[in-house]
């Protein structure tokens, strides 16, 4: 019923930019969060930004300052600017959507993008 689909991974030098994508498909009524989340070989899965529908933003303490969340609603897509990469943001990252309501569904349901790789490497 809903697919996210993401792009802009790859590989940055330390200090880089990169700017990551994510489009929500399928018969979408609403979206309440869109976010970012990544995860790093032999870690947890981590919050790393998200945004609400009416704009409220949340960051992990970790990107503040170098990375930048955006959403368009009308096209159902967010936008992760990431500056200043370090060493350590190197992760999957997946897009996620959260408490969607999809045409004749009647309870919310989260989805997850397939993920996208980010290597920082000089």
């Known amino acids: 019923q809903v697919q996210l689909v993401e792009s802009g991974g790859g590989l940055v030098q330390p200090g880089g930019s990169l700017r990551l994508s994510c489009a929500a498909s399928?018969?979408?009524?609403?979206?309440?969060?869109m976010g970012w989340y990544r995860q790093a070989p032999g870690k947890q899965r981590e919050l790393v930004a998200a945004?609400?529908?009416?704009?409220?933003?949340n960051y992990a303490d970790s990107v503040k300052g170098r990375f930048t969340i955006s959403r368009d609603n009308a096209k159902k897509t967010v936008d992760l600017q990431m500056n200043s990469l370090k060493p350590e943001d190197p992760a999957v990252y997946y897009c996620?959507?959260?408490?969607?309501?999809?045409?004749?569904?009647?309870?919310?349901?989260?989805?997850w993008g397939q993920g996208t790789q980010v290597t920082v490497s000089s």
């Open positions: 945004i609400t529908r009416g704009g409220r933003i």
């Open positions: 399928g018969s979408i009524v609403s979206i309440n969060t």
């Open positions: 996620n959507a959260d408490r969607v309501y999809y045409s004749g569904s009647y309870y919310p349901s989260d989805y």
